[in-house]
């Protein structure tokens, strides 16, 4: 991994790591192909080669100087609690990862990095976002080496040797559920957002090239991306998603050219969220989405909405219900009495109203809302943070309010809304209650946990609820 100096010998340090030297052509390649792209796409430099071959030169050039500078100032290094990583030649960064916030280590080979055989550390950082646990890029080899290192520095030998042969184990063992591609492509494509996006694109070639608007096949570039990024995202997102079982909890893998896997610890989940379009509900297809502690909730790499783990991208109802039983021993979505709304509540929902409604049990509060997306949250008792309930002036006159369960920043959202406000204030004391006698009763090391011996998805009841994919709750 590079020279170590006496000093860091008798330290327990290894200073002033670099990267691999290759990490910012594999890092800026994408900009480089966007700049030819456009210069490709301008008549007037298609006209003259020789300005465009400039230009793009200086694109390649100018490219390659700045991630050789960022390059050269980002350094790594091991210290006796934790791995600093000093970054930035304008603005400098340091992170400091201790080794006892690191929940997981994963190594990941994105497409251009795999064809140069280098890799990257993605880390499981408790409290961090997605960017702040990511290390890159090593030779894999020096990668796998690395892993090891910081596992045995964050877990200790034995247990970085445990996990080593959990990780083989589980290579070796069926997963529990594979989501096919096919059906990736159908809820894409049905989806509320590439519907729209492709209809209003249709509607605009219609009217430019037959009805004669004018308007422009320029103005049609926003939705044409509103019909591929979703695409991309999901169905090379999501290719081959498997869930399968490891020593640590459920585990996730997933992508096409560039495969990503998480962990679900035991005892770390928050909430759950079940989202299910119009269109869905009538194929009986939901996404299942969760909070975790300290990685659900963050916004990073340009994303416009809070995010959980996925912890099924699209599913049946079967597989619905088999999956939140193995995050949540016993518990069945369908036994769970739900009370909806009162009716004058339609003065401020008039189609919505009938699809408001929440219900408890002796283990989570459950939520729902709705009727252009259902939304269903589930959080449990042992993890509310907090009960209040609130009315707007409109909602006085009819006598209703709201009673917001609060959790971790995250996509969950259990919200009973437009209540009577005599039910919502007891309510509102009767979640507080349950949650304080949840968290004496239950040990939050092993409250949520995976089952030993589950059940076959094929033998799962059906779900009453079954949710997945827009965040409309019209």
């Not at 090239?209 to 990024?229: E, R, S, T, W, Y």
């Not at 490891?246 to 495969?259: A, E, P, Q, V």
Request: cysteine-free; overall charge neutral.
């Amino acid at each position: 991994m590079g020279p170590v100096t006496e000093q860091a010998e008798q330290t327990g340090e290894v200073v002033g790591q670099r990267l691999h030297p290759l990490t910012p052509f594999v890092k800026g390649w994408g900009y480089f192909v966007v700049a030819a792209f456009a210069l490709v796409n301008n008549e007037g430099l298609r006209s003259n080669l020789k300005i465009a071959g400039i230009g793009l030169a200086g694109v390649l050039v100018g490219g390659i100087l700045l991630g050789a500078l960022s390059w050269w100032f980002t350094k790594w290094q091991l210290t006796n609690e934790a791995i600093r990583v000093d970054s930035g030649f304008l603005f400098r960064r340091t992170r400091i990862i201790r080794f006892d916030r690191i929940q997981a280590i994963d190594v990941a080979q994105p497409f251009v990095a795999r064809l140069f055989g280098m890799a990257e550390l993605r880390m499981d950082v408790a409290g961090g976002g997605k960017s702040d646990g990511k290390l890159s890029y090593f030779r894999y080899e020096e990668a796998q080496q690395l892993r090891t290192t910081l596992l045995v520095r964050a877990k200790g030998e034995k247990a970085a040797e445990q996990q080593e042969h959990d990780q083989q184990a589980e290579a070796a063992a069926p997963p529990l559920l594979t989501v096919p591609t096919n059906r990736l492509l159908g809820a894409t494509l049905l989806s509320s957002t590439v519907v729209a996006s492709a209809g209003g694109l249709v509607w605009l070639i219609v009217a430019t090239m037959v009805l004669d608007f004018h308007i422009g096949l320029f103005a049609g570039l926003p939705l044409l991306l509103g019909v591929v990024q979703p695409i991309w995202k999901q169905v090379v997102g999501n290719h081959g998603f498997t869930l399968s079982e490891s020593g640590h909890g459920l585990r996730t893998k997933r992508g096409l050219f560039d495969i990503q896997r998480q962990t679900i610890p035991p005892g770390r989940v928050q909430g759950l969220l079940i989202t299910e379009p119009l269109i869905w509900r009538a194929l009986g297809w939901s996404r299942v989405e969760l909070d975790i502690a300290g990685v659900a909730g963050q916004k990073e790499d340009g994303d416009d909405m809070l995010e959980g783990a996925q912890l099924l991208p699209v599913g049946e109802r079967a597989e619905v219900a088999y999956v939140l039983s193995r995050v949540l021993p016993g518990f069945d979505l369908s036994r769970i009495q739900l009370h909806q709304a009162p009716e004058r509540a339609k003065w401020l929902r008039p189609i919505g109203w009938r699809y408001l409604s929440y219900g408890v049990d002796e283990q989570v509060m459950v939520t729902t809302r709705g009727w252009v997306s259902r939304r269903t949250s589930i959080v449990l008792h042992h993890k509310t943070q907090s009960v209040r309930m609130e009315q707007g002036p409109i909602q006085r006159r009819l006598g209703l309010a709201n009673v917001h369960v609060d959790t971790p920043l995250g996509p969950t959202d259990a919200t009973a809304l437009h209540r009577d406000q005599v039910e919502a204030a007891a309510l509102v004391e009767a979640q507080a209650h349950r949650a304080r006698e949840a968290r004496r009763t239950v040990a939050a090391s092993a409250a949520v946990q995976t089952q030993p011996n589950p059940p076959s998805p094929d033998g799962s009841s059906n779900s009453a609820a079954s949710p997945a994919d827009d965040s409309s709750d019209r």
